[in-house]
């Protein structure tokens, strides 16, 4: 075979200068892309790039309810402890009621194509078809802490884990540890959750569970939305049209608060029984003055967590796993000492 130099010689001068640009291209590319000994990338700028790691979208409802804060401090700390698995986009609402900027948050994860999305939807119905969406996408979608409908999931034909508590028995410890401080026949007032949320129903369910068990009247069910505020407008009126009521059982702890605001302006709140859902931190603080009774702890901390995990095993697996239930506890003066 002729040498590269040789062939060089017998090429005419005014050829030679791209035959020579020719040899280097062949060469270049080949010396570049080879690793050292060891299996390690060169440097330079022909080293080949890790792949990326998956990107978990987490959205949220409301950031200004502690629970979600919580939720959301939660995540961040395991994605800290997990930083070369995977990274976090978290995103919440204004409000509970903002079920539309929720869906325009969806759509933006969408977009920016993300690996998975971790949602706890504001509204059971309305957030399924945007969640569609995303499955068509080919995105992971796992649905946290208030189920997705499932007659919508069904009409929608989709199918997307869910990984929260059982809200019906968790509201039913807080009723029953009520109602056993009460006689059978007293009156308690159910203080609701957005009526378009599948916990909100749950917990709801839970309460008259307790009460209907006890012997205890409901002598009224009406939704505050979840609010602090609308919360102590009800509660007010409610206890205005019944001055002999005895205990209010409310779907989440921002309500609570609402309602012991309203039971301290009547003068009521060492005399009317209040129990809470959530556990935030201003609640256990009125638990241990004794202007609370009780709430519950779903582990806000945890509920994103276990979302992501199951995002992550879908993505690497391609799995679909099954709902998965997680804890709820009851939190009292005695664990609170």
């Not at 130099?5 to 080949?30: Q, S, T």
């Not at 009247?217 to 407008?233: F, H």
Request: a neutral charge; charged letters at 25%; hydrophobic letters at 45%.
């Amino acid at each position: 075979m002729i040498g590269s130099e040789r062939i060089i010689k017998l090429i005419p001068v005014k050829n030679k200068l791209l035959m020579l640009i020719w040899f280097a291209m062949l060469i270049v590319p080949v010396t570049g892309c080879n690793p050292p000994k060891g299996g390690q990338p060169a440097g330079g700028k022909n080293q080949v790039a890790a792949p990326a790691r998956p990107v978990i979208a987490l959205v949220m409802k409301s950031l200004a309810n502690e629970f979600f804060k919580t939720m959301e401090d939660g995540a961040k700390a395991h994605q800290a402890l997990n930083s070369d698995e995977y990274q976090l986009l978290a995103n919440g609402i204004k409000d509970e009621q903002d079920v539309s900027r929720q869906i325009d948050l969806v759509e933006q994860m969408i977009a920016r194509r993300v690996s998975a999305i971790v949602i706890a939807p504001a509204d059971s119905k309305a957030l399924v078809p945007v969640c569609k969406k995303a499955l068509d996408a080919g995105i992971a979608v796992v649905n946290i802490d208030n189920r997705l409908d499932a007659v919508v999931k069904q009409d929608q034909g989709v199918s997307i884990p869910f990984v929260g508590p059982d809200n019906r028995k968790g509201a039913a410890l807080a009723g029953e540890y009520l109602a056993r401080r009460l006689n059978p026949g007293d009156k308690v007032a159910i203080i609701e959750g957005a009526p378009n949320a599948f916990n909100a129903v749950q917990r709801k369910h839970g309460f008259e569970d307790a009460a209907s068990g006890r012997g205890l009247k409901v002598a009224v069910s009406q939704s505050a939305n979840w609010e602090m505020d609308k919360a102590n407008q009800v509660v007010s009126a409610v206890i205005t049209e019944h001055p002999d009521l005895k205990g209010i059982l409310c779907a989440n702890d921002n309500m609570a608060l609402g309602a012991v605001a309203a039971l301290r302006s009547a003068g009521k709140d060492k005399s009317v029984l209040v129990a809470g859902f959530d556990n935030i931190s201003a609640v256990q603080a009125l638990i241990k003055e004794g202007r609370i009774l009780c709430t519950v702890d779903q582990h806000a901390d945890l509920l994103a967590v276990h979302g992501i995990e199951y995002a992550l095993r879908m993505i690497k697996s391609r799995e679909q796993p099954t709902d998965q239930e997680t804890r709820v506890d009851l939190i009292t003066i005695e664990n609170l000492k």
